[in-house]
Each structure stands twice: as structure tokens, then as C-alpha cells.
């Protein structure tokens, strides 16, 4: 059942005055959700709202009431499948929370304050330019700092976890706080944030390289994506998680998927574990697709897949 009239009108009035009374922000309603995901697909939000800053973000989650529907925290929309019909509620983006700033710095170190809604790449470029080493892995790949800290986004060994020290964050009631290293663990595409929590920025420390080798590094990771993976595709990345053992692009691959499509979703022939959306896919598309490699999978290799990306929409999340 979608959220009343009656309760819809009353939050999004509330939002409204809680922005005006802070620095503002965008604010719109029925926001179709395929304008905020890598993959292109998602039926229209409730209320999408993406405040200015930390008081104006705080400001919102202070007007939420008990009864009100949930508000799922939104970063760059790149590791998710949005259902068709659309998310209830209200999306929170932390999209202009994007600066990086100096906290302190050693002779062989530095700490950085990152916004949660940094672009990652934004991030790795910064360090790059200045020779800090710690991101190099993380060359190439999208969506926004807030995202992937959730997530533990990582490739080529490397996490963004590990390099984190703290993080700011706002309760459900808008009440700010720090968490440091001690009660934060990340795990494989993974972290132990509560639930209901949005993450406002990162403290992270890096150390002082040299700048060539830095860039280097990044150069050659993304030069490994740009063959091995469909980069410029619309895509959310790896669709399922790797299995011990044996890669799940492995496992995909040879159970002989690789171009199996559903209506515009096709199994990308380039990285077998990502899904593209060829134009005007939809989410059900890319859930039965999802179904039909699970199955194959199983057949061939007796391995249950799990899913990477996070799904969401009438019946996921944004509900609870
Ligand atoms: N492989 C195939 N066929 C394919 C794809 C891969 O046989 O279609 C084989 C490769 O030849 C290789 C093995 O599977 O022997 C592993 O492939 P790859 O090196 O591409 O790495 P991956 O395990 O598939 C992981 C992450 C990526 C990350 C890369 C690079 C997961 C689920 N995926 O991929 O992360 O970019 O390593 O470090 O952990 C993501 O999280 O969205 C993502 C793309």
C-alpha cells in the first residue's frame, strides 16, 4: 500500500520549511529513479531531497516523525537496482556534501575530511595530483564516498575501508556523531554501519608517496577495468558476490550465460558478472535475469549465487 495522501502532504511541507530554515537544497517529488542509478532504471521516489549541508541534512531528519515512511540515505545510485514501480518515502542524497579538506598532516602521513557525497573518482584524482597512497585500487571505480564506505567498494585488493578512521554521521533523529575506528569493521563489500544511519563524511588516513608511482598504479587499474570490465555500459557493477573459491564472472561465464538477455537487460560478453541495461531495460527484466543465471549456475556448478547490488523499491527496503 502506497503512503497516504494525507501523511505524503504533511512530510513533504515539513521538509520544505526544515530546508528553508537551513542553507536549502533540491527538493522534488514523484523523482524518477533512473535518474539516480548507473544502471538507468527506477520508477519515481515519494520525495527526493538532497540538502546543502550537514545542518540542513540534520534539519530534515529532525521534522521525520514516528509515523512518517522511511528515507533511505542515496549516494551515487551506483551498486542498485530500484524497483519499477518505484521507492515510498523519501531519498535522502548526500550529493552536495562533496568537499575534502585537510584535518592534519606528518612528515610520512595525511588526514583527510571527505564529504560523504565526494565522487570516488574525485577523491582518487585529489590524491593522485598529490601523491597520497591508500586509494590507488579504488582508481576507476564509480559512485560517491558515502556509497562506497557502506559498501567496503574495493577491487584489486585494495578497500576503502581500510584506509578510514572515522566517520561522521546523523542519526534517524538528526543528532550528529562520530564513530570512530574502533567500532567500525568492514568486511567483504560490507561494513557494520547501524541501520538508519547517513553517513556525512569520512576522516581518512593516507600516506605521502611519490606522485608518479601513485598515478602509475591508478593508471594501470584502470587500464585492467577498461579490458576486463564494461566500464561506459550502463551497469551496476558486479551483480553477484564472488563465491570462496571461484569467481562468480568465472562461474557465470562457464555455465555459458554470457549474452543471455531479458527484454533490454543483457549478461554483458565482455565481465560475464555484470548485467546491462541496453536502453529500456526494467528492474523485473534485470531480476529474472538475475533468477535465470542463479539457476544455470546451480546446475552447472552446484554454487548458490549471492546477490552484490542492492535491491530495493516497493518491497525492499525503503518500506521497513
Ligand atoms: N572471469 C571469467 N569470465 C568472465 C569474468 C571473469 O572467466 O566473464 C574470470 C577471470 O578471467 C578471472 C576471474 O574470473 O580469472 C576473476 O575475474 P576478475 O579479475 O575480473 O575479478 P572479479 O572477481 O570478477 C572482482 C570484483 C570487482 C573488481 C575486480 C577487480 C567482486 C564481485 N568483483 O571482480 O568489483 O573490480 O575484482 O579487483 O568482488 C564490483 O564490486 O562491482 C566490482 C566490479
Redesign the pocket.
Known amino acids: 500500500m502506497r503512503v497516504a495522501a494525507v501523511v505524503l502532504k504533511s512530510l513533504r511541507e515539513r521538509i520544505r520549511d526544515a530546508l528553508r530554515d537551513a542553507s536549502g537544497g533540491d527538493l522534488f517529488f514523484n523523482e524518477p529513479m533512473k535518474r539516480h542509478t548507473t544502471l538507468r532504471i527506477g520508477g519515481p521516489a515519494d520525495i527526493y531531497v538532497a540538502p546543502k549541508d550537514p545542518g540542513a541534512l540534520a534539519n530534515i531528519l529532525a521534522s521525520l516523525e514516528s509515523e512518517d515512511p522511511a528515507f533511505m540515505p542515496l549516494g551515487g545510485g551506483s551498486?542498485l537496482l530500484v524497483s519499477d514501480e518505484g521507492m515510498e518515502g523519501i531519498i535522502l542524497s548526500t550529493a552536495f556534501l562533496n568537499a575534502i579538506e585537510m584535518v592534519d598532516e606528518g612528515d610520512t602521513w595525511v588526514r583527510l575530511f571527505t564529504g560523504a557525497g565526494t565522487p570516488l573518482q574525485k577523491l582518487v584524482t585529489f590524491a593522485r595530483d598529490k601523491g597520497y597512497s591508500g586509494l590507488e585500487?579504488l582508481a576507476g571505480?564509480p559512485g560517491l564516498l558515502g556509497g562506497a564506505v557502506k559498501g567496503n567498494?574495493?577491487?584489486?585488493?585494495n578497500e576503502i575501508g581500510d584506509v578510514i578512521e572515522s566517520l561522521r554521521c546523523a542519526d534517524a533523529g538528526g543528532k550528529t556523531f562520530t564513530l570512530g575506528r574502533e567500532r567500525l569493521s568492514f568486511c567483504?563489500?560490507s561494513s557494520n554501519l547501524p541501520e538508519r544511519t547517513v553517513i556525512i563524511g569520512a576522516v581518512m588516513k593516507l600516506a605521502k608517496g611519490d606522485s608518479d608511482q601513485v598515478a602509475d598504479k591508478m593508471k594501470a587499474c584502470i587500464e585492467?577495468?577498461r579490458e576486463?570490465?564494461p566500464i561506459s555500459a550502463w551497469s551496476?557493477?558486479?551483480v553477484?558476490?564472488?563465491p570462496e573459491g571461484t569467481?562468480?564472472?568465472?562461474l557465470?561465464?562457464?555455465s555459458g550465460c554470457?549474452g543471455m538477455r531479458r527484454g533490454d537487460i543483457e549478461v554483458?560478453s565482455?565481465?560475464?558478472?555484470?548485467f546491462i541495461n541496453k536502453g529500456n531495460g526494467t528492474a523485473a527484466d534485470f531480476l529474472a535475469l538475475m533468477e535465470d543465471v542463479r539457476e544455470r549456475v546451480m546446475k552447472s556448478f552446484d554454487i548458490a549465487l549471492e546477490t552484490?547490488i542492492e535491491v530495493v523499491g516497493k518491497h525492499g527496503k525503503s518500506d521497513r
Open positions: 551498486n585500487g571505480i567498494a574495493g577491487s584489486f585488493g567483504y563489500r585492467i577495468k576486463t570490465q551496476a557493477g558486479c553477484f558476490k564472488n569467481p562468480a564472472g568465472r557465470i561465464d562457464g554470457k554483458s565482455l565481465h560475464a558478472n555484470f552484490e
